[in-house]
């Protein structure tokens, strides 16, 4: 199983950026999709960007599609992301997450891997 810590969350204005990175331990961090999660206060740990093993394909949420850039490093065993035009609804802690499943790699229920989740806040 891999390791997963996150970090970058904070405060942010309206409109701001911020990028959250996660550094990843045990075992090869290649053989594992990456994909960032969500959770607002009331409501479900939602996936809202995936990245396939070897990058070559990326998944994004509606709510998150052109403003948000998932990216992962294999090297480095590390992955991203990059957070722009902040907005008030965006608030909510973000979790990097591990998915085995070569195949499936934006299927939210193959994540099996978990962060410690990272809060992000912004405010209006």
């Known amino acids: 199983q891999v390791q997963l810590v996150e970090s970058g969350g904070g405060l942010v204005q309206a409109g701001g950026s911020l990028r959250l990175s996660c550094t990843a331990s045990g075992r090869t961090f290649g053989w594992y999709a990456v994909g960032w999660f969500r959770q607002a206060p009331g409501k479900e740990r939602t996936l809202i960007a995936a990245m396939s093993w070897n990058g070559g394909s990326t998944y994004y949420a509606d709510s998150v599609k052109g403003r948000f850039t998932i990216s992962r490093d294999n090297n480095m065993n590390t992955a991203a992301l990059q957070m722009n035009r902040l907005k008030p609804e965006d608030t909510a802690v973000y979790y990097c997450?591990?998915?085995?499943?070569?195949?499936?790699?934006?299927?939210?229920?193959?994540?099996?891997?978990w962060g410690q989740g990272t809060q992000v806040t912004v405010s209006s």
């Open positions: 997450a591990g998915n085995p499943n070569l195949y499936a790699y934006s299927d939210s229920k193959n994540f099996n891997a």
